[in-house]
């Protein structure tokens, strides 16, 4: 949809990101160790998940990104951040949420602050038995009153259908996407 806007909703960046459980401290975690959802917000919060390839990853937060592939804390676009800032929406996103906000860039910068978290949930985690892991960006839609959008958006203009906003679990319902979408197209035919 290039050059185009969705109506009273903007797409805002958030960078998660992870550590990794050093190898001898990976026992303690069997299988998928989630925390209690905070339901004001589509973002799970730190957990333990045990990839398929090995290895366990710990996290994410969730933390502004300063450009649309903000992959590292230090990416920064001033046109991109200036969009986001200025967008009504996130204003009042960010007024309402600043101390969570806060916290989540807080987690960013220090190690300490992110093995507390996890710690919520395995005490036996310690600062050492973590290093440095991956970060992704998650584009989340955001309406004009600061409510960021935790469902499937499908907007649909003139001969175009978009998806706007596919949150987790996208991938797995990716087949149930494409053939919403699929359908819609063939009502057009």
């Not at 933390?63 to 920064?76: I, K, M, N, P």
């Not at 960013?108 to 949930?121: P, R």
């Not at 960006?137 to 499937?152: H, S």
């Amino acid at each position: 949809m290039t050059g185009q806007k969705i109506p009273g909703i903007q797409i805002l960046p958030f960078r998660g990101e992870y550590y990794e459980l050093k190898p001898e401290k990976q026992y303690l975690v069997n299988n998928l160790i989630y925390p209690v959802p905070n339901p004001e917000f589509p973002f799970l919060g730190v957990h333990y998940t045990r990839m398929i390839e090995g290895g366990i990853e710990a996290g994410p937060n969730a933390v502004l990104a300063f450009r649309r592939e903000g992959y590292s804390r230090w990416d920064l676009d001033l046109s991109e951040l200036l969009e986001t800032l200025s967008y009504p929406g996130f204003m009042r996103l960010a007024a309402k949420h600043w101390r969570y906000g806060w916290g989540e860039m807080y987690r960013s910068f220090s190690k300490s602050a992110f093995v507390k978290a996890l710690q919520h949930l395995i005490p036996d985690v310690g600062y050492d038995d973590l290093q440095r892991g991956g970060a992704g960006v998650r584009a989340m839609a955001c309406d004009l009153e600061g409510k960021l959008i935790d469902e499937f958006l499908i907007f649909e203009d003139h001969n175009i259908i978009n998806v706007c906003s596919a949150p987790s679990p996208a991938a797995t319902a990716s087949l149930a996407i494409g053939k919403t979408i699929a359908g819609k197209a063939l009502e057009r035919v």
